[in-house]
Every structure is written in structure tokens, then in C-alpha cells.
């Protein structure tokens, strides 16, 4: 069964400095993995995903994040962040759309907030 | 492209009373679509898979009798919320996905509609 980790409920940054958000998944078949953003009382917006091809992925709004399969990991990165960047961001794993109809298993999310 | 509307986007109810929340792709067509709660500061939690023209997938614990989903059309999904109780307060988030055999444009993604707020008094 699939299953997503975030370490770290909340995080907090300066403006300007690295962002990074740490997602572990586990899955018994070669996974795709999503980050998506949350704004306040607003639905998910995807920010990147991957899907078995490239390991680096670039994402929206500067955002990217690297597959490491022998670490079982897709943390996401953004070099500087911006006070527009403060949000809830969820990791999410699925199998392959032939099994469990495509289904998306969340982390429990992380919050980022970026001081001025 | 890949938006995905909600409406209402927020509904205060009394209690005892049913709630209807549309979720709708405006500009693919989504063969599936999924229901999703949300409690504050929490994940997103799995509701049921609607599949257009049969009947939906409830995931364990849902109550279906209580959770009525309908998914008409291919750009048309509804979650009725029946005799809503202030338990069921909650926020509610759909998504879509494109059938299987187009994902060459939008790959396995689920796009999330903006959700809906419901507050049963």
C-alpha cells in the first residue's frame, strides 16, 4: 500500500532564503508523486508532479523537486521564497492509473510561512 | 486549461436539511471525479470515486446513504449531503481527471476544484 510522509508540520523561512519541504513516500509499485499548494479557503493547485521521466522536475512559481527512488523521496525545493509563497503544501503518491483507478494518497501537509 | 469549478462555494444550512454541491470540469471531460473533505489545519481525506454513468466508490466508513453521489455527464458530478447534521460541517474539495485514454495532455492529474465551506447550524 501507498503511503506519504511529511517531516515537519510547519515550516518557516525568510524571504530570500531556500525553501525545503521533505516528502517520503512508500509504494509498491513505481509511484507518480505530486506536490500541490493550498492557499486559505482555497481547492489545491498542482505544482509539479512526477511521472516516471525525468528525476528533476521543474514545477510553477520557481518551485522544483528531484525523485530519489533509494530514498524513497520527492522533497521540493524553491531557491528564494517569497512572502507569496507562505501556503499549505501537500506531497501526494499514486500508483499507476491500471491500479486503484488513480487514486491520490496525501501527507498530512506542511505549512510555510515566510517572514519579511 | 484543466479548471475545475465548485458551486456553491460556501452554504450555511440548519440542521435536518439536504445540501447539493456541484463540481464541474469547464474545459475537459473527466470520466472520474472525487469527493474529498477537509477539517481545519487537516489533510484532505478520500470520500468516493465517481465514475460518469455508474455508481460511485465509497471508501471505508463513508456513509453512502448520507453522502449521495451522482455523476451524470462527463462534466457533472453532484454530492448531496442528506440531513446534514453541524458534524458534517466541513470543507469540501472535488477533483477530476481526464479518462485513461487522453492522459498524453494532462498526464495522471487530478485538478481540484476551489471547494465548498458547509456550516450546518
Known amino acids: ?116 | 486549461g484543466a479548471v475545475v469549478s465548485q458551486h456553491p462555494s460556501w452554504v450555511i444550512c440548519k440542521s435536518g436539511t439536504s445540501v447539493k454541491i456541484e463540481c464541474r470540469s469547464l474545459d475537459f471531460q473527466a470520466t472520474t471525479m472525487f469527493w474529498y473533505r477537509q477539517f481545519p489545519k487537516q489533510s484532505l481525506m478520500l470520500m468516493a470515486t465517481s465514475n460518469e454513468g455508474s455508481k460511485a466508490t465509497y471508501e471505508q466508513g463513508v456513509e453512502k446513504d448520507k453522502f449521495l453521489i451522482n455523476h451524470a455527464s462527463l462534466t457533472l458530478s453532484t454530492l448531496t449531503v442528506t440531513s446534514a447534521h453541524p458534524e458534517d460541517s466541513s470543507f469540501y474539495i472535488c477533483s477530476a481527471r481526464e479518462p485513461q485514454g487522453r492522459t498524453k495532455r494532462l498526464g495522471e492529474t487530478q485538478y481540484f476544484g476551489p471547494g465548498t465551506r458547509l456550516l450546518v447550524l
Not at chain 1, 34 to 45: A, D, E, K
Not at chain 1, 80 to 100: G, K, L, R
Open chain 1, 1 to 116: 500500500a501507498q503511503s506519504v510522509t511529511q517531516l515537519g508540520s510547519h515550516v518557516s523561512v525568510s524571504e530570500g532564503a531556500l525553501v525545503l519541504l521533505r516528502c517520503n513516500y512508500s509504494s509498491s509499485v513505481p509511484p507518480y508523486l505530486f506536490w500541490y499548494v493550498q492557499y486559505p479557503n482555497q481547492g489545491l493547485q498542482l505544482l509539479l508532479k512526477y511521472t516516471s521521466a525525468a528525476t528533476l522536475v521543474k514545477g510553477i512559481n520557481g518551485f522544483e523537486a528531484e525523485f530519489k527512488k533509494s530514498e524513497t523521496s520527492f522533497h521540493l525545493t524553491k531557491p528564494s521564497a517569497h512572502m507569496s509563497d507562505a501556503a499549505e503544501y501537500f506531497c501526494a503518491v499514486s500508483p499507476p492509473i491500471y491500479n486503484q483507478g488513480g487514486k491520490l494518497i496525501f501527507g498530512q501537509g506542511t505549512e510555510l510561512s515566510v517572514k519579511p
